[in-house]
């Protein structure tokens, strides 16, 4: 599997009682009773706990220090996900915490080069301003008697820390791009670990939006976004900045690391005229490249190179086809995944950390139905022995198969997709839930996911398509989605209904469409557009207006605003502007008959309360019941744990009264208190001004 880059791994997805929340949803349709609902499971595996599903993971995220000393992991402390540490030999339960954050779950961490720190960023609320922060594993416990202290090494105040580089010859610095002075872009910093002392060694002035470092750790190439959208990739040395490389608007290209002879860089592209994004080498002084690999097979786009954590040679390629796929150039990296393949036939194994010496490994061996279970692995023995389970709890034999599918579109386009069917059912005139993905600038892959699994434990078939527009494929296919919101896009959705009806697996009266941020769209899409498609509908962190979502996209994605507007269409113009306007939900609300209900986050940088404020008020000013949960504490997409399960406890609830699957009636006293803490009341909401929990 490859390793995002630590930028990637950094940068960084309800009840004021039972009966209030019946009285805020429209009458129930075709008799599909709660009670009917509850008693239907006949043939299904026991009913799974939110708690197993969405509750904080036992233990998760481990990560190895670079000297094989160590072994970080998160874990709840206090009842909050945090950072803890052991000695690598040790139990788990020798382990001390080393973050006692209470707010909010910390997600990533990763160690410093000379394995003296842990570092990981963190928010507020969601708000995406996040800042970096390091802790010594070996230090005592500060003044409260529980934790390290954990200092904020960046310290930015209402901006956003982008984590460029961890150099491996420099182990006592990091490169950071802080939007402190212009929230559009970051002016690139070196920052001392041990201190929080930064130097400036870039000020942003040319709308880069990426520093690439050489294998000593000297800035060496540059990318920046043109007013037109395209990108140049820049050689960085004293003479100034030069371009090498460039992609257009509709394409991607980035340079990923350094060749070791320093002369060259690894590419990630889609330029020119091959279809697929693939591999290859720039020549950093000439601009001329020479491809490295595209997918073998001729089908998807490159996913990711593998690097050695200890050489820096380049050893494998990935790519994510129905199942991923790796492609060897290392002798000793293919026989060592071999042997892990050979002992996890059908799953995948996948490398999640790395000694700096490159003998042990730290490997996650997962499936549709495993959500993993994490091995060290020693290189030189080829022993392999279990660390721990991600959601031990979680019963294995409750679970989904996930098999990959494709069917037509309305215009005889090919949509890939997965199908996730409820255990112990015979897949006939099931209640069918469509599960699009976000971005729309990504994709759905196999494995273990949460919401597909807790679905089909209620009983449903859940679809999850790859609609046009969807990354992997190649550009034609993300292309095909150019300004098709609502349109063609969201007819991928529909003929996957209409596809899995003719099949005889769903039943038409009983479709339910449930998404986050674009996926959120397209539930509102499906609910105006296709009315009487769906019998209910969840739409989480979900644009209602393109107009109003463009005019307020957050600062620092400035880089990609000519993106969005080609991809989406422009809102300069008055074609474009008409366009979007018949595309948004909210302009047609008036057609929208299916029961809803919608959630939010209070703090969405992406996606603003607005968004979910005028949908609820448009359906309430015309008499028509909608649901509304909105958490103060939360973003784009829920973290809190908590927060999940109070989400999930009333929209299964929604869900079984309109299709008609299971729902688990019983949840926390927390949970309750917090359902009730988060249920609007319509009535209350203005535009921008709903009422949100302490």
Same mark, same amino acid.
């Given at each position: 599997?490859?390793?995002?880059?630590?930028?990637?791994?950094?940068?960084? +997805?309800?009840?004021?009682?039972?009966?209030?929340?019946?009285?805020?949803?429209?009458?129930?349709?075709?008799?599909?009773?709660?009670?009917?609902?509850?008693?239907?499971?006949?043939?299904?595996?026991?009913?799974?706990?939110?708690?197993?599903?969405?509750?904080?993971?036992?233990?998760?995220?481990?990560?190895?220090?670079?000297?094989?000393?160590?072994?970080?992991?998160?874990?709840?402390?206090?009842?909050?996900?945090?950072?803890?540490?052991?000695?690598?030999?040790?139990?788990?339960?020798?382990?001390?915490?080393?973050?006692?954050?209470?707010?909010?779950?910390?997600?990533?961490?990763?160690?410093?080069?000379?394995?003296?720190?842990? +570092?990981?960023?963190?928010?507020?609320? !969601?708000?995406?301003?996040?800042?970096?922060? /390091?802790?010594?594993?070996?230090?005592?416990?500060?003044?409260?008697?529980?934790?390290?202290?954990?200092?904020?090494?960046?310290?930015?105040?209402?901006?956003?820390?982008?984590?460029?580089?961890?150099?491996?010859?420099?182990?006592? &610095?990091?490169? &950071?791009?802080?939007?402190?002075?212009?929230?559009?872009?970051?002016?690139?910093?070196?920052?001392?670990?041990?201190?929080?002392?930064?130097?400036? &060694?870039?000020?942003?002035?040319?709308?880069?939006?990426?520093?690439?470092?050489?294998?000593?750790?000297?800035?060496?190439?540059?990318?920046?976004?043109?007013?037109? @959208?395209?990108?140049?990739?820049?050689?960085?040395?004293?003479?100034?900045?030069?371009?090498?490389?460039?992609?257009?608007?509709?394409?991607?290209?980035?340079?990923?690391?350094?060749?070791?002879?320093?002369?060259?860089?690894?590419?990630?592209?889609?330029?020119?005229?091959?279809?697929?994004?693939?591999?290859?080498?720039?020549?950093?002084?000439?601009?001329?490249?020479? +491809?490295?690999?595209?997918?073998?097979?001729?089908?998807?786009?490159?996913?990711?190179?593998?690097?050695? /954590?200890?050489?820096?040679?380049?050893?494998?390629?990935?790519?994510?086809?129905?199942?991923?796929?790796?492609?060897?150039?290392?002798?000793?990296?293919?026989?060592?995944?071999?042997?892990?393949?050979?002992?996890?036939?059908?799953?995948?194994?996948?490398?999640?950390?790395?000694?700096?010496?490159?003998?042990?490994?730290?490997?996650?061996?997962?499936?549709? *139905?495993?959500?993993?279970?994490?091995?060290?692995?020693?290189?030189?023995?080829?022993?392999?022995?279990?660390?721990?389970?991600?959601?031990?709890?979680?019963?294995?034999? /409750?679970?989904?198969?996930?098999? $990959?599918?494709?069917?037509?579109?309305?215009?005889?386009?090919?949509?890939?997709? %997965?199908?996730?069917?409820? *255990?112990?059912?015979?897949?006939?005139?099931?209640?069918?839930?469509?599960?699009?993905?976000?971005?729309?600038?990504?994709?759905?892959?196999?494995?273990?996911? @949460?919401?597909?699994?807790?679905?089909?434990?209620?009983? %449903?078939?859940?679809?999850?398509?790859?609609?046009?527009?969807?990354?992997?494929?190649?550009?034609?296919?993300?292309?095909?989605?150019?300004?098709?919101?609502?349109?063609?896009?969201?007819?991928?959705?529909?003929?996957?209904?209409?596809?899995?009806?003719?099949?005889?697996?769903?039943?038409?009266?009983?479709?339910?469409?449930?998404?986050?941020?674009?996926?959120?769209?397209?539930?509102?899409?499906?609910?105006?557009?296709?009315?009487?498609? %769906?019998?209910?509908?969840?739409?989480? &962190? $979900?644009?209602?207006?393109?107009?109003?979502?463009?005019?307020?996209?957050?600062?620092?994605?400035?880089?990609? #605003?000519?993106?969005?507007?080609?991809?989406?269409?422009?809102?300069?113009?008055?074609?474009?502007? /008409?366009?979007?306007?018949?595309?948004?939900?909210?302009?047609?609300?008036?057609?929208?008959?299916?029961?809803?209900?919608?959630?939010? !986050?209070?703090?969405?940088?992406?996606?603003?309360?607005?968004?979910?404020?005028?949908?609820?008020?448009?359906?309430?000013?015309?008499?028509?019941? *909608?649901?509304?949960?909105?958490?103060?504490?939360? !973003?784009?997409?829920?973290?809190?744990?908590?927060?999940?399960?109070?989400?999930?406890?009333?929209?299964?609830?929604? +869900?079984?009264?309109?299709?008609?699957?299971?729902?688990?009636?019983?949840?926390?006293?927390?949970?309750?208190? #917090?359902?009730?803490?988060?249920?609007?009341?319509?009535?209350?909401?203005?535009?921008?001004?709903?009422?949100?929990?302490?």
């Amino acid at each position: 599997m490859p390793k995002p880059s630590i930028r990637d791994c950094l940068s960084a +997805l309800l009840l004021a009682s039972l009966a209030s929340l019946s009285c805020a949803t429209p009458a129930a349709k075709s008799g599909a009773s709660a009670q009917a609902a509850a008693s239907s499971g006949a043939g299904l595996p026991p009913l799974l706990d939110r708690e197993l599903l969405f509750g904080n993971p036992e233990i998760i995220g481990a990560q190895l220090s670079p000297d094989g000393a160590w072994m970080s992991f998160l874990k709840p402390f206090e009842g909050t996900r945090n950072i803890w540490v052991k000695r690598a030999g040790d139990p788990f339960d020798k382990a001390r915490p080393l973050s006692a954050d209470k707010k909010r779950p910390i997600s990533r961490h990763f160690w410093s080069r000379d394995s003296k720190y842990v +570092l990981f960023v963190q928010d507020q609320g !969601g708000d995406e301003n996040f800042n970096v922060f /390091a802790v010594d594993p070996a230090a005592p416990a500060a003044a409260d008697g529980k934790v390290p202290e954990a200092r904020k090494i960046t310290d930015a105040k209402g901006a956003r820390a982008e984590i460029y580089e961890a150099p491996k010859r420099k182990p006592s &610095v990091l490169f &950071v791009g802080l939007n402190d002075r212009d929230a559009r872009w970051h002016d690139l910093y070196e920052v001392e670990i041990a201190t929080g002392k930064r130097t400036l &060694v870039r000020k942003n002035d040319e709308r880069f939006t990426n520093y690439v470092f050489d294998l000593d750790g000297t800035l060496r190439l540059a990318e920046r976004s043109t007013e037109k @959208g395209d990108t140049e990739i820049l050689r960085i040395d004293a003479t100034g900045a030069k371009k090498v490389y460039g992609c257009g608007v509709l394409e991607s290209c980035s340079a990923v690391k350094f060749h070791k002879d320093g002369k060259h860089a690894y590419l990630v592209t889609s330029a020119g005229a091959a279809d697929l994004q693939r591999l290859e080498l720039l020549d950093v002084n000439s601009g001329a490249t020479e +491809l490295v690999e595209s997918d073998p097979s001729g089908r998807v786009d490159l996913l990711w190179p593998i690097f050695s /954590a200890s050489t820096d040679e380049l050893v494998g390629t990935s790519y994510e086809d129905e199942r991923l796929r790796f492609y060897w150039r290392d002798q000793s990296w293919a026989a060592d995944h071999g042997v892990l393949a050979k002992k996890f036939p059908g799953r995948d194994a996948l490398v999640q950390s790395e000694t700096a010496d490159g003998r042990s490994w730290l490997v996650t061996v997962s499936a549709d *139905v495993e959500p993993g279970e994490v091995y060290l692995f020693d290189r030189q023995t080829q022993a392999s022995s279990l660390q721990y389970r991600i959601r031990e709890r979680l019963p294995r034999e /409750a679970l989904a198969k996930v098999v $990959a599918i494709r069917y037509p579109s309305s215009d005889g386009l090919e949509i890939p997709a %997965y199908l996730t069917l409820p *255990v112990g059912v015979e897949p006939k005139g099931l209640p069918l839930i469509v599960l699009p993905h976000g971005g729309p600038w990504s994709r759905t892959d196999w494995g273990y996911f @949460g919401q597909p699994q807790f679905l089909a434990n209620r009983g %449903y078939a859940v679809l999850q398509p790859n609609f046009r527009g969807s990354t992997g494929y190649g550009k034609k296919f993300l292309d095909a989605g150019n300004r098709q919101w609502g349109d063609k896009m969201q007819d991928d959705l529909t003929w996957g209904v209409k596809y899995l009806v003719a099949q005889g697996t769903a039943d038409a009266k009983r479709v339910g469409i449930m998404g986050v941020s674009y996926g959120g769209y397209a539930t509102l899409a499906g609910v105006t557009f296709t009315p009487g498609l %769906y019998a209910g509908a969840v739409a989480i &962190v $979900a644009p209602s207006n393109l107009l109003t979502l463009l005019a307020t996209i957050p600062p620092y994605w400035e880089a990609v #605003r000519i993106v969005f507007q080609t991809r989406m269409g422009d809102p300069s113009t008055e074609e474009g502007k /008409a366009q979007l306007a018949r595309q948004s939900p909210l302009t047609h609300a008036s057609l929208i008959t299916t029961p809803l209900m919608v959630v939010q !986050g209070a703090n969405d940088p992406r996606v603003k309360q607005a968004e979910a404020d005028q949908i609820v008020v448009a359906l309430r000013d015309r008499h028509y019941p *909608v649901a509304y949960l909105l958490a103060p504490d939360e !973003g784009h997409g829920f973290a809190r744990p908590v927060n999940n399960m109070a989400l999930f406890a009333a929209a299964e609830r929604f +869900l079984a009264r309109y299709l008609g699957g299971r729902y688990q009636e019983e949840m926390t006293p927390e949970v309750a208190q #917090r359902l009730k803490e988060i249920t609007v009341d319509p009535a209350t909401v203005k535009p921008g001004k709903s009422a949100a929990a302490p």
